[in-house]
């Protein structure tokens, strides 16, 4: 599935319809962040955040606990150089609109794909499209 297609599902399981542009750059980030050693995207962005110092936040989105808000400076931060900007670049926002953005929409994304408090198995799309 290529990013758009991504992007479309990201952006209807945020109830913002398929051309959002968040659903897009969460896309991006999903889809170039580092992976785990099983491949799997929700759990390679995690680790980026955690490894970035956002663990403790990070960990509330997956848990079935109030998810701790996060700021688009402690994102730009967090995750690794270069991959905020091909984000932002999704949007054609700058760099610091898409961190708000992601700040904003991320936690949701992240909580709702993981709503028994476990990074899901399979691939994105599918994990994506059972939450729709």
Request: charged letters at 20%; proline letters at 4%.
């Amino acid at each position: 599935m290529t990013d758009t297609d991504l992007g479309s599902l990201l952006g209807m399981l945020l109830g913002r319809g398929r051309t959002s542009g968040s659903g897009h750059m969460l896309a991006t980030l999903l889809s170039s962040a580092g992976s785990d050693s099983s491949g799997n995207a929700i759990d390679g962005l995690l680790s980026d955040l955690r490894d970035g110092g956002l663990g403790a936040k990070a960990d509330s989105w997956v848990s079935d606990t109030d998810n701790e808000e996060v700021s688009g400076a402690e994102i730009a931060q967090a995750l690794p150089p270069g991959l905020l900007t091909a984000a932002a670049q999704t949007c054609q926002l700058s760099d610091i609109d898409a961190a708000d953005l992601i700040a904003e929409t991320l936690p949701v994304t992240i909580d709702r794909l993981t709503p028994e408090g476990k990074i899901p198995e399979g691939s994105l799309e599918d994990v994506i499209t059972q939450h729709l």
